[in-house]
T-cell receptor, first 114, second 114 residues
Framework: SQQGEEDPQALSIQEGENATMNCSYK?????LQWYRQNSGRGLVHLIL?????REKHSGRLRVTLDTSKKSSSLLITASRAADTASYFC??????????????FGKGTKLTVNP | DVKVTQSSRYLVKRTGEKVFLECVQD?????MFWYRQDPGLGLRLIYF???????EKGDIPEGYSVSREKKERFSLILESASTNQTSMYLC?????????????FGEGSWLTVV
């Protein structure tokens, strides 16, 4: 079952611009995570935000979480060509026994043009 | 750093063959996962394992089985490969003890069934 759903599916911007990706989910969560995947490679963890947090920063990344709207956003500031990748949100599947499984969305494909 | 190693990066198998995909992690993680990733469908969980000899079906277990005889190794088995199992397979692991539920992924195995 898909929990998180990213929006937009694809995003193309110029280097130096900011990129914003959104994630919506359906059920209560303990935390929400964002992952990055370079083409043809495995996923790499970027950042985790807990359900009692509203905003978190890590370098050029800013993540927000609105549990009332069941949504999160990932902002990449001052984007670089090397940020070109797919970005996934992941939430825990609490209804099946707690934080045992992470369920991933379908991802946003970001292209940063030099 | 956590290292999750998938033994084969690219495989081509014939319909009906038995296929083994091997995954090894070096961080003594209790939890291990097998996902498949297809365009437009995101990551879908096939099986996961809580600990040695423990396994549980994910969202799409049909046509697959798994083996976890040692803590560091989690094998995905396609008993009789079919063309609709052509996909990218991702192995992942996670500590069940540390908080945060961050999953560490391998680089993926591209399987083509002809």
């Amino acid at each position: 079952s898909q929990q998180g759903e990213e929006d937009p599916q694809a995003l193309s911007i110029q280097e130096g611009e900011n990129a914003t990706m959104n994630c919506s989910y359906k059920t209560s969560i303990n935390n929400l995570q964002w992952y990055r995947q370079n083409s043809g490679r495995g996923l790499v963890h970027l950042i985790l935000i807990r359900s009692n947090e509203r905003e978190k920063h890590s370098g050029r990344l800013r993540v927000t979480l609105d549990t009332s709207k069941k949504s999160s956003s990932l902002l990449i500031t001052a984007s670089r060509a090397a940020d070109t990748a797919s970005y996934f949100c992941a939430t825990d599947d609490r209804k099946k026994g707690g934080s045992e499984k992470l369920v991933f969305g379908k991802g946003t494909k970001l292209t940063v043009n030099p | 750093d956590v290292k999750v190693t998938q033994s084969s990066r690219y495989l081509v198998k014939r319909t009906g063959e038995k296929v083994f995909l091997e995954c090894v992690q070096d961080m003594d993680h209790e939890n291990m996962f097998w996902y498949r990733q297809d365009p437009g469908l995101g990551l879908r969980l096939i099986y996961f394992s809580y600990d040695v000899k423990m396994k549980e079906k994910g969202d799409i277990p049909e046509g697959y089985s798994v083996s976890r005889e040692k803590k560091e190794r989690f094998s995905l088995i396609l008993e009789s490969a079919s063309t609709n199992q052509t996909s990218m397979y991702l192995c992942a692991s996670r500590s069940a003890v540390l908080s945060g539920n961050t999953i560490y992924f391998g680089e993926g195995s591209w399987l083509t069934v002809v």
